[in-house]
């Protein structure tokens, strides 16, 4: 059974740091594209960030570029986001999810693009 668990979350002051990690099993990293997601209250589920399963492509939400690195480690079934200079509209849930393609390169931040997901991670971020 195909399943991805985040971790990671928490509260952390403007200008902290975290790191999500996205703890997978149930099928073969190394095929997969992994997206990570986030909704805030009120607000539809958003795209932040993907990488391809070959991990050479990678794609950011532009509020969150230069702030946030997304990476894999298919050795150890975990993918990563690195969030540095958070910011108060940061604070959501948030969810990694999974899915394959033919293209080793392909990478995208759509919901609709995904089949399977974690239960998400909650990131608040406030003084």
């Known amino acids: 059974q195909l399943q991805l668990v985040e971790s990671g979350g928490g509260l952390v002051q403007p200008g902290g740091s975290l790191r999500l990690s996205c703890a997978t099993s149930?099928?073969?990293?190394?095929?997969?594209?992994i997206g990570w997601f986030r909704q805030a209250p009120g607000k539809e589920r958003e795209g932040v960030s993907c990488i391809s399963s070959s991990g050479s492509n990678t794609n950011y939400e532009d509020s969150v570029k230069g702030r946030f690195t997304i990476s894999r480690d298919n050795a150890k079934n975990t993918v990563y986001l690195q969030m540095n200079s958070l910011k108060p509209e940061d604070t959501a849930v948030y969810y990694c999810a999974a899915d394959r393609s033919d293209s080793a390169d392909y990478c995208p931040v759509q919901v609709y693009e995904y089949d399977y997901w974690g239960q998400g991670t909650q990131v608040t971020v406030s003084s």
């Open positions: 149930g099928f073969t990293l190394d095929y997969y594209f």
